[in-house]
């Protein structure tokens, strides 16, 4: 079987240990390939380096050998990393583009260590996968067994999410997420919860006019066509478990309106999946985790879940194409 391609993220990070530890947890039944400097995982995780993806051996984790230069020092982002993090994730998306590798599983990155050490010019993988993919709407979800959440606008200030609000990009992020519903999460009529930007949805435009003039024009639109979506409901009161039952998808405004509540129910197990992209990609919810790298204490459930996520989703693409 092909294997899922795992790019090394940030190496002063956690990215290597819980790559590792998750080979170990997944065994033999879902292949792997990682790509970054074998240096970097784990002293006693037994590799096997080659430059060819399906070369798979038992008991050895594959590994497509790159030289990052000096060894990392866990917890502390080292600039001459840098491009060769940002090469490890486009060499991955080679290998999903061409057909190597069913699908991607990216270990966090430290975005500003990539700024500052090799000017990229992305705030996020998702930005940098769309641009890669030549893909010029994909959308950001995160989802768990409790909850699915998708913020429409992404890794923007908070100051300028408002005048990023426009009415065509939450459709596109609606209507992506709906496919995305259909297709990888086998929901065949989904139901989409959308939040309002301001305290109780703009309290009749009391408290802003974001839901009035922009979001509930699109939802009726979206209504009018056919599609079962509720909102612009108060951020405040949608996730609590009573109105999560009510649907399957929770659409809201800006990152952290979205990621507060799945990772609060769910830190170590919600995984973090790019819709609209041509091709599978996941990756565990949380980031690099400087404060704990090394130590030999970093939870892998999250990527573990992250990489089951990327093979169910290849299973069934694969099994719908034939
Ligand atoms: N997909 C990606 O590449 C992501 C990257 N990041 C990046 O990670 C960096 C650090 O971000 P933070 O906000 O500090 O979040 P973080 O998730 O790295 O850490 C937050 C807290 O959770 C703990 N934690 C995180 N993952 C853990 C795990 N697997 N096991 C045990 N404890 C864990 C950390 O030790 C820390 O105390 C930033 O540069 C951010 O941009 C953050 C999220 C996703
Ligand atoms: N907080 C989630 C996050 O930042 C993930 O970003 P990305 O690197 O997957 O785009």
Avoid at 9 to 26: F, H, M, N, V
Avoid at 57 to 65: D, E
Avoid at 118 to 144: D, I, K, N, W
Avoid at 288 to 314: E, L, V, Y
């Amino acid at each position: 079987m092909r294997p899922i391609a795992i790019s090394c993220g940030e190496p002063a990070g956690i990215g290597p240990e819980i790559a590792a530890t998750a080979w170990q947890a997944l065994g033999a039944d879902i292949p792997l390939v990682w790509l970054g400097d074998p240096r970097h995982l784990p002293k006693d995780t037994p590799i096997h380096e080659t430059d060819d993806p399906q070369d798979q051996r038992p008991g050895k984790l594959s590994v497509l050998p790159r030289d990052f230069g000096p060894a990392a020092v866990a917890g502390q982002a080292n600039p001459a990393h840098a491009q060769g993090v940002i090469d490890a994730i486009a060499d991955s998306v080679r290998l999903v583009q061409d057909g190597t590798a069913r699908a991607l599983c990216t270990a966090p990155i430290h975005k500003a260590a990539l700024i500052d050490g090799a000017g990229f010019a992305y705030p996020g993988h998702t930005e940098f996968l769309a641009a890669l993919a030549g893909t010029s709407q994909v959308v950001m979800m995160l989802a768990c067994d409790m909850l699915r959440v998708v913020p429409t606008t992404i890794h923007i200030p908070l100051a300028d999410v408002p005048q990023n609000l426009t009415a065509s990009l939450l459709t596109d992020t609606i209507l992506i997420t709906h496919g995305a519903l259909k297709r990888d999460f086998g929901i065949a009529a989904p139901r989409i919860a959308v939040a309002g930007l301001n305290p109780h949805a703009g309290e009749d435009g009391k408290i802003g006019l974001e839901e009035r003039e922009m979001i509930t024009p699109v939802l009726d639109a979206l209504r009018n066509e056919g599609f079962d979506i509720a909102g612009p409901m108060s951020a405040d009161t949608m996730f609590h478990a009573g109105a999560r039952s009510a649907y399957d998808a929770a659409v809201c405004m800006y990152h952290d309106q979205a990621l507060i509540p799945i990772k609060t129910l769910d830190f170590s197990g919600g995984v973090n999946v790019t819709l609209g992209l041509p091709f599978i990609r996941t990756s565990p919810d949380h980031g690099t985790a400087f404060d704990i790298a090394g130590k030999g204490i970093a939870d892998a459930t999250s990527m573990i879940a992250a990489i089951r996520m990327a093979a169910g989703m290849a299973d069934a693409r694969e099994g719908a194409a034939k």
